[in-house]
Structures are given as structure tokens and as C-alpha cells.
């Protein structure tokens, strides 16, 4: 079972990782920093951005309970 949870956990995080990088810059950050705020308006639509919020936060939210679940059984 620990074996198990240790995948979805390493599943879970490579995924957070991803949709937190598919998230549009808001600028005024090390992104802009290095050059990459050239395209400004090349963002997605709301809907799109309002839907990628809401799986990173739900990804996060399992991410924090097979955190939990892992130390609680190790």
C-alpha cells in the first residue's frame, strides 16, 4: 500500500509541477527578468485560465493528502 501511495504522490507532483507552469506569467517577475514577457497578450482565455486554476487546485489538495497519508504511515 506505501508503495502505491509513493507512486500517486511522485504522479501527483510531476503534475502539479506541470500545471503550475502551464499558468500565463503576470509579469513583473524573474520571467520578465529574462526576456520571457515578450508575449504579452498571447494569453488564453479566462475560462481557460479559470479551468487550469481549479485542477492545480485540486491537484494540490491531493498532493497535501498523500503527503499526509505518507507520514502519517511512515
Given at each position: ?62 498532493f497535501g493528502v498523500t503527503n ?5 504511515l511512515l
Open positions: 500500500m506505501i508503495a502505491a501511495l509513493v507512486v500517486v504522490h511522485v504522479l501527483l507532483s510531476l503534475t502539479l509541477i506541470g500545471l503550475v507552469l502551464m499558468h500565463r506569467g503576470q509579469g513583473g517577475g524573474l520571467s520578465d527578468m529574462f526576456g520571457g514577457g515578450a508575449g504579452g497578450g498571447l494569453g488564453g482565455s479566462a475560462v481557460v485560465e479559470r479551468n487550469l486554476s481549479r485542477l492545480t487546485v485540486a491537484a494540490a489538495i491531493l499526509s497519508a505518507l507520514v502519517v
